[in-house]
């Protein structure tokens, strides 16, 4: 159900994959539900990149055409939420060690997650076929690219805040009174407030809005004023 060409580009960029039979009967599904004529409705309402974007388009494309988007989009949200519940699954589907039957019983648990939100079958040829070119190692990064399309596609931005420790709710609906009275808010857009947590930034906050991104971290002004320092010394 992924359309040939986004297929295309995704295997030939990719490293160890499968014996061309076992990859062919995985993507054969993808390209019948992609051959229907192309339209507006159909077509992913943003441009993305990498692999995981590639194949997010090529996943919106299939159920944009089989009518299916919303069930998609809930899969996928099931399945974000099985990552968030275990950080290490996405170690686990980049183990370079997987056999065929590991990957099949991978496939099986995660769709136990999904449960009969996935009528038609869109998702489950979306993880056999990274499973058949070697690339379940992107589901992660596919879920959170499809989050994108469908926010584009209701006409949301999306507003990431990154922070050291989580915010409060009335934090984060005074950010987003703040931000959606700004210029980076175009009239009849909504926001979708995306919080996240990052250590790593020691303190302060990243605001990520749209393609813009407002670094006001500890981190980076530590890395700033290092910086300074090198270059006067």
Same mark, same amino acid.
């Given at each position: ?28 599904? #993808? ?11 159909? +077509? ?12 997010a388009?090529?996943? #919106? ?12 989009a ?9 990552? +968030? ?18 990957? !099949?019983?991978?496939?099986a648990?995660? !769709?136990?997650h ?8 869109i ?24 989050? @994108? ?33 700004? !210029? ?7 926001? +979708? ?6 250590p790593? @930034? ?6 990520? @809005?749209?393609?813009?991104t @407002? ?19």
């Open positions: 159900m992924f359309s040939s060409r986004a297929l295309t580009t995704a295997i030939r960029t990719g490293t160890p994959r499968l014996p061309t039979a076992a990859r062919v009967a995985a993507t054969r599904s #993808y390209a019948a539900a992609a051959a229907a004529p192309s339209s507006a409705a159909t +077509k992913p309402p943003v441009a993305l990149f990498g692999i995981d974007g590639t194949y388009s090529a996943l #919106y494309t299939a159920a944009a055409k089989t009518s299916t988007l919303d069930p998609t809930k899969s996928l949200d099931t399945l974000g939420n099985v990552f +968030k519940r275990d950080p290490k699954l996405a170690t686990i589907l980049t183990a370079p060690t997987l056999s065929v039957s590991d990957k !099949q019983q991978i496939i648990e995660l !769709q136990k999904i449960g009969g939100q996935d009528k038609d079958g998702v489950k040829n979306l993880l056999e076929t990274l499973a058949a070119n070697n690339r379940l190692g992107a589901l992660e990064g596919v879920v959170e690219k499809f989050a @994108i399309l469908i926010s584009a596609q209701k006409g949301e931005v999306e507003l990431v805040v990154t922070s050291a420790a989580p915010l409060d709710n009335r934090t984060l609906s005074r950010l987003e009174s703040a931000v959606s009275k700004s !210029q980076y808010i175009s009239q009849g857009q909504k926001l +979708k407030v995306v919080p996240k947590v990052n790593d @930034i020691r303190g302060g906050l990243v605001v990520e @809005i749209g393609d813009r @407002i670094d006001l971290s500890v981190s980076a002004k530590m890395a700033r004023m290092n910086k300074l320092l090198k270059d006067t010394l």
